[in-house]
């Protein structure tokens, strides 16, 4: 499908003038795509897809403010005193922890968290042939799931319905970003990315050396002020002094329980070899008996796990983001990305809705036409149609729970009065979200709670247990 | 005659159909594929040589993803120089990879372009599946 000539729908007639614009010069000059051009999830790009980023960042701000405040003022207002009254060490211990800081988490967010790409449409029909053997006629397929062993324990691998392949073990599809995502601990609103095989020990490695930072920095902040108060004539006239230092100390009282927690919890789950999705999910604990349980993947060895979860053999990305799209996918790539771009920036109609809508089918009708080599892939594109169409009437359920939560976290969407359109938009991934409610879960929550509580630290890992 | 054929002679001809050799988890999530020999392959090729590629592959990806002293080193340099070392040095996953990529284009060459198939090296498809692509047979090149 080229839209080369002439605009067909109206939603598209408001991006006309970039689309009118480029068509001419698409069809002079074919500038190489790269691969990130056309990337199928909710993902940002940066310097020409070196840097990946979830499109929901809206606290990484917050986090990288935070950090950078609390330790200009300390570095500012504090040091001073205390290179004076003790020594200069502790300027360059507090520089050097918060560089380390700074480095893991940029590390941790721009880095590809093991991502899969999707399934090529020849790879899901050949998945489909295999698995289609009922052929009932119900609106729903049958749940998908594969059994097999691993180290003589059962494992269920389901089958992902946005990404059309079964999902290797460990490995779960995150809503926010819409990708399935290996070793899938969780999504980090707060480092603004999930967390997965590739980026883990860069996030274990943020947490532990911000835990010694605001320690670091409360220490010494108490320090300051008890001599001051020694010397001078109390602990009011401390403070009167040195008020940056009161700011510091709130900051770094609050942050310092859950991020001291939060890393006690995360070096349990290195030294036993778990995600935070299995734990959380009982998937090894004792919950169908002592005999069934029992996590497959650890060494049951606490030196071994840490060492190859932190210290492991890197993985190379899947996603090849910078390669070069084939130049004979170039054009129908450039259509599907043109409807891309729309999503990409940010929107201020009110029938953003209904474009997002069009906007997802147009992609999923695309990415199975340009991947697909084979005429067989085309017929796929009405079962997915259909797979669509029949979801919204059991969607109505699952939005009051998640998706009134998602509405609120996504920056791009604006209130949308008509609940419908955007209850079709969020029906395809509703397949992949009822399988995968953990993650999902695990996703949505607590942004919301913890805001409200100036906390550095991931509070959906803390705010979530209650819930569950 | 010439023995083996370039591909380009090959491509021309239509695409016939294309086996999925899938991952097998049995021994936890490292890199492995089945070595099942798919039944569309047995009129093409003998097993033996098609298990003796799938057993290399394996081979190659159990070493890249192998843990032990020399993996260690280098994830703890890495993490010292604040994995500012690999942008000057490669990994080792992807010194091998590039191998397995050598690898498959000789087998290409060699062994499955003679005989109409082209397998595709897994990374390009995530390294969820072998590829093996089965062309159609003409009588313009492709004898056996």
């Not at chain 1, 003038?17 to 068509?23: E, G, Y």
């Not at chain 1, 990288?64 to 200069?88: E, K, M, N, R, Y």
């Not at chain 1, 599809?173 to 995502?181: A, E, K, R, T, Y």
């Not at chain 1, 009708?365 to 005429?375: I, Y």
Request: include cysteine; aromatic fraction near 8%.
């Amino acid at each position: 499908m080229k839209n080369c000539e002439y605009q067909q729908i109206d939603p598209r007639a408001l991006s006309a003038s970039p689309l009118s614009a480029q068509n001419p010069a698409e069809k002079k000059v074919q500038r190489p795509r790269r691969k990130w051009e056309a990337f199928p999830g909710k993902n940002r790009f940066f310097c020409d897809g070196r840097l990946i980023l979830a499109r929901q960042n809206g606290v990484l701000p917050l986090t990288l403010g935070l950090i950078v405040v609390t330790s200009g003022l300390f570095f500012a207002f504090d040091c001073p005193f205390l290179v004076q009254h003790l020594t200069v060490c502790i300027p360059m211990i507090g520089g050097v922890l918060f560089l380390f800081v700074v480095a893991s988490l940029l590390r941790t967010s721009f880095t590809d968290p093991g991502i899969l790409p999707r399934a090529t449409a020849d790879e899901a029909a050949d998945i489909e042939r295999q698995i289609d053997t009922s052929g009932s006629s119900t609106y729903r397929p049958p749940p998908r799931t594969k059994e097999i062993l691993i180290n003589q324990q059962v494992v269920k691998l389901k089958y992902c319905f946005t990404c059309k392949m079964f999902r290797p073990p460990r490995t779960s599809h995150c809503s926010l970003c819409d990708n399935c995502v290996e070793r899938f601990d969780h999504h980090c609103p707060w480092v603004g990315n999930c967390v997965g095989k590739r980026n883990y020990r860069y996030f274990y490695s943020f947490i532990i050396s911000l835990s010694f930072l605001t320690s670091f920095i409360f220490g010494c902040v108490i320090t300051h002020i008890t001599l001051r108060s020694q010397a001078g004539k109390g602990i009011v006239q401390a403070i009167q002094e040195s008020p940056a230092s009161v700011v510091e100390l709130v900051i770094c009282f609050f942050s310092i329980w859950s991020i001291l927690g939060l890393s006690g919890f995360h070096t349990y789950l290195v030294a036993s070899n778990l995600t935070t999705n299995e734990d959380i999910k009982g998937s090894w604990s004792g919950k169908r008996g002592a005999e069934e349980s029992g996590n497959p993947y650890t060494y049951s060895n606490i030196i071994t796990n840490c060492c190859v979860t932190l210290c492991g053999p890197m993985p190379p990305s899947l996603i090849d983001r910078r390669g070069f799209l084939p130049p004979d996918e170039a054009i129908p790539a450039a259509a599907a990305s043109e409807m891309e771009l729309p999503p990409f920036t940010p929107k201020s109609d009110a029938n953003m809705c209904t474009q997002s809508t069009k906007d997802v089918l147009e992609r999923m009708l695309h990415s199975s036409d340009f991947h697909g080599l084979c005429p067989s892939g085309n017929p796929k594109t009405s079962p997915l149609v259909q797979e669509v169409s029949s979801a919204p009437a059991t969607a109505e359920p699952y939005l009051s729970s998640g998706c009134s939560r998602q509405l609120a976290r996504q920056a791009v969407v604006d209130p949308c009065p008509l609940l419908s359109p955007v209850a079709f938009s969020k029906s395809n991934r509703r397949d992949s979200l009822h399988s995968i409610n953990p993650a999902f879960r695990l996703a949505s929550p607590s942004p919301t709670l913890s805001r409200s509580a100036l906390v550095l630290g991931d509070g959906p890992d803390i705010g979530f247990i209650p819930q569950h | 005659m010439a023995e083996t054929h370039s591909l380009q002679d090959l491509q021309q001809p239509a695409v016939s159909s294309k086996v999925f050799i899938q991952r097998d988890y049995s021994s936890g999530t490292i890199c492995k594929f089945q070595t099942k020999f798919p039944s569309e392959l047995e009129s093409r090729m003998d097993k033996q040589q098609f298990e003796e590629t799938m057993q290399t592959l394996n081979n190659l990806y159990a070493e890249a993803e192998k843990l032990g002293g020399k993996s260690y080193l280098e994830g703890c340099l890495a993490c010292l120089t604040a994995y500012t070392v690999f942008l000057c040095m490669e990994t080792h996953y992807e010194k091998v990879l590039k191998k397995i990529a050598r690898y498959i284009k000789d087998q290409n060459e060699k062994i499955y372009a003679p005989r109409g198939l082209l397998l595709t090296d897994p990374i390009e498809r995530g390294l969820r599946v072998v590829e093996i692509t089965i062309f159609e047979d003409r009588s313009i090149g492709s004898g056996r």
